[in-house]
């Protein structure tokens, strides 16, 4: 089999390491992962009009909508919570986007953290803007590093049994995953289906509802996949379907 190419928007490099010299990329964790699935990593820049971010697309296999800032509330009809964290107009616009057409092109998609906020978006949900204060009684999902290591157990979650992710994962209940964020899916856009909670009740997983193969969890598995077969399964089966 021809090694399927799995294309991955870029996000701006806010660290301020690179004074005068601004630079896009992404994290080597989502690369190691494709790479070891087989899949071929190729990243997409941000900046690019709607006709050539498209023709990126058609030349790839796969769309890979990684972690992240957080998402602009306009793009769900919302004004900015207090609490809101910094957010990238370039990148909500090019992942919404790129979303939009892999979902009507039926390619495969696989989003993770930030990426199920912005599949959820695409398809026209609603998100939390802040867990803490606007779900009474919810768990602690934002644990960020350096406080917590990016590999760090919070919480659980339980799959639906019928769901395409515990076929990938091979278990459906308490399965323990890390957590980096404070924004969460809401009202579920049109086409996804929940497949996964917490036990407070936040969505923690979404499938599409139609043919094409698309799986999002709000979780980082691509921080847990070099110790646990399981989340290396979750992008196995990803690259799998881009291969066919």
Not at 26 to 39: C, D, H, K, P, T
Not at 170 to 180: E, F, H, I, K, Q
Not at 216 to 239: G, I, T, Y
Request: some cysteine.
């Amino acid at each position: 089999m021809t090694p399927p190419v799995i294309a991955i928007p870029c996000r701006h490099d806010a660290s301020g390491r690179h004074h005068q010299l601004p630079m896009q990329g992404m994290g080597q964790a989502y690369l190691s992962a494709v790479i070891a699935a087989g899949g071929v990593p190729v990243l997409v820049p941000l900046g690019l009009d709607e006709p050539r971010l498209f023709r990126a697309l058609e030349r790839t296999d796969g769309l890979l909508l990684a972690g992240g800032e957080d998402i602009a509330p306009a793009l769900f009809g919302e004004e900015p919570h207090p609490n809101l964290g910094t957010v990238d107009a370039d990148r909500d616009a090019a992942e919404v986007a790129l979303a939009r057409r892999a979902l009507e092109a039926g390619l495969p998609l696989l989003a993770v953290c930030r990426g199920i906020q912005v599949l959820n978006v695409a398809a026209g949900g609603t998100l939390y803007q802040d867990i803490p204060s606007q779900v009474s009684g919810a768990l602690k999902h934002n644990c960020f590093y350096p406080e917590y290591p990016r590999d760090h157990i919070a919480h659980t979650v339980a799959i639906a049994p019928d769901s395409r992710l515990a076929t990938i994962l091979g278990r459906d209940v308490a399965v323990p995953v890390n957590s980096l964020h404070h924004q969460a899916v809401k009202a579920v856009g049109a086409g996804l289906r929940v497949v996964a909670q917490a036990p407070d009740g936040i969505v923690e997983a979404v499938e599409g509802t139609g043919g094409a193969w698309v799986l999002a969890v709000q979780w980082h598995p691509e921080e847990l996949a070099p110790s646990r077969p399981d989340m290396a399964a979750l992008f196995r089966a990803f690259v799998e379907a881009a291969g066919r």
